[in-house]
């Protein structure tokens, strides 16, 4: 059975799914609040200090679900393309 910490494993002894391992705190305040904005952030105040903008953003990303992750990555892939195509106008 799989003991590495950073998988969890199922009942059958089959890795479950990876989560990838991100630290936040890499990034500057303004990225954080960019984030809170975006993604509508309720319960951080506005003078809010880096590590409370990582916590809320940390447990914010840690919650969302990704039901098709094919579907998500071909969305990206059109969306960078897309933006390579307006770029070399």
């Known amino acids: 059975m799989d003991t590495d910490p950073r998988r969890g494993s199922s009942q059958f002894g089959t890795p479950a799914t990876l989560r990838p391992r991100l630290n936040f705190g890499?990034?500057?305040v303004n990225s954080l609040k960019r984030y809170q904005?975006?993604?509508?952030?309720?319960?951080?105040?506005?003078?809010?200090?880096?590590?409370q903008l990582v916590s809320a953003v940390t447990r914010h990303f840690s919650a969302q679900v990704v039901s098709d992750e094919l579907k998500v990555i071909a969305a990206f892939v059109t969306?960078?393309?897309?933006r390579q195509t307006l770029s070399k106008k």
């Open 79 to 82: 969306a960078v393309q897309k």
């Open 37 to 51: 904005r975006v993604h509508k952030l309720v319960g951080v105040p506005q003078t809010a200090s880096k590590e």
């Open 26 to 28: 890499k990034l500057d």
